[in-house]
Nanobody, 122 residues
Framework: QAQLRESGGRPVQAGGSLRLSCEAS????????MGWFRQAPGKGRELLAR????????WYADSVKGRFTISRDKAQNTVFLQMDTLKPEDTAVYYC???????????????WGQGTQVTVSS
């Protein structure tokens, strides 16, 4: 059974950095695209970045471009989100998700982690 497990969320001060991890297990994700989403209180879920398991295709939302970096470690079956220059508006629950690379679209993310809380204080 496919599972995604996020870790690394914690309280941090504005201007600081965090690295989130998403460990994938239970199946091969070689043909999958991995995405990092977040959901702030009272807001919808927002796709921040995505990466193909091969690493050849990376995309960022404008809201995080230049501050966040997505990467993956094939040997560890883990996807990372390095977050720098954090702002209070980055406060949210952060989720890792996976979709088959052949089917684009937000609604096609079929595997989700449980989320990890990031709180940025000013």
């Amino acid at each position: 059974q496919a599972q995604l497990r996020e870790s690394g969320g914690r309280p941090v001060q504005a201007g600081g950095s965090l690295r989130l991890s998403c460990e994938a297990s239970g199946r091969s994700f070689v043909q999958y695209t991995m995405g990092w989403f977040r959901q702030a209180p009272g807001k919808g879920r927002e796709l921040l970045a995505r990466i193909t398991w091969s690493g050849g295709d990376i995309w960022y939302a404008d809201s995080v471009k230049g501050r966040f970096t997505i990467s993956r470690d094939k040997a560890q079956n883990t996807v990372f989100l390095q977050m720098d220059t954090l702002k209070p508006e980055d406060t949210a629950v952060y989720y890792c998700a996976a979709r088959e690379s052949s089917v684009a679209g937000l609604s096609n993310y079929k595997y989700w982690g449980q989320g990890t809380q990031v709180t940025v204080s000013s």
